[in-house]
T-cell receptor, first 112, second 116 residues
């Protein structure tokens, strides 16, 4: 059972554009929503995370928007750069529980 | 480099053989996790240790899989009688409890397994 659904599967954005990746979750017990960035040959690395008591969190060019009632959250990458080309995973877990449930990933390509 | 390390990085084996992977977590981290990642998918949780105790196991972890963390430091993941369906990237992560309970899991580079 896929508890975190992610779209799109792949995304091509021009340099300077906005990249948007969407996720939806089913389990209302989830209360922590991290995003991970993975480069080829590397393990995932935490990019940014949000708790459902806020609707938006921004760190540099990366913003998470969270809609608790719709059980949806999204990652926005402003001023996308070629160095942002990677696979992005949304994830969810319950604080205090160690199992993290990942989405299926979005392969982002930023073209010059 | 003081991050999570995994060995080997790549393993090719024949169906039916046993394989063992090693993970060395960040030294002060008491929690260690194993995940499996197949092509085009996100990591799937396999198991988790707090110190030397294995506290949770996924249903994905069949009886051919065994994980240990004997002294609460490094961990090993063994797959017995490998099958072609075991071909995947095996990721290890570690974390330490944070004051706000929002732990960050730090991932290693993974061991890519190919079963022929």
């Amino acid at each position: 059972q896929q508890q975190v659904k992610q779209s799109p599967q792949s995304l091509i954005v021009q340099k300077g554009g906005i990249s948007i990746i969407n996720c939806a979750y089913e389990n209302t017990a989830f209360d922590y929503f991290p995003w991970y960035q993975q480069f080829p040959g590397k393990g995932p690395a935490l990019l940014i995370a949000i708790r459902p008591d806020v609707s938006e969190k921004k760190e540099g060019r990366f913003t998470i928007s969270f809609n608790k009632s719709a059980k949806q959250f999204s990652l926005h990458i402003m001023d996308s750069q070629p160095g942002d080309s990677a696979t992005y995973f949304c994830a969810a877990n319950r604080i205090g529980y160690q199992k993290v449930t990942f989405g299926t990933g979005t392969k982002l390509q930023v073209i010059p | 480099d003081t991050g999570v390390s995994q060995d080997p990085r790549h393993k090719i084996t024949k169906r039916g053989q046993n394989v063992t992977f090693r993970c060395d977590p960040i030294s002060e981290h008491n929690r260690l996790y194993w995940y499996r990642q197949t092509l085009g998918q996100g990591p799937e949780f396999l198991t988790y240790f707090q110190n030397e105790a294995q506290l949770e196991k996924s249903r994905l972890l069949s009886d051919r899989f065994s994980a240990e963390r004997p002294k609460g430091s490094f961990s090993t993941l063994e797959i017995q009688r490998t099958e072609q369906g075991d071909s995947a990237m095996y990721l290890c992560a570690s974390s330490a409890r944070a004051a706000n309970d929002q732990e960050t899991q730090y991932f290693g580079p993974g061991t890519r397994l190919l079963v022929l």
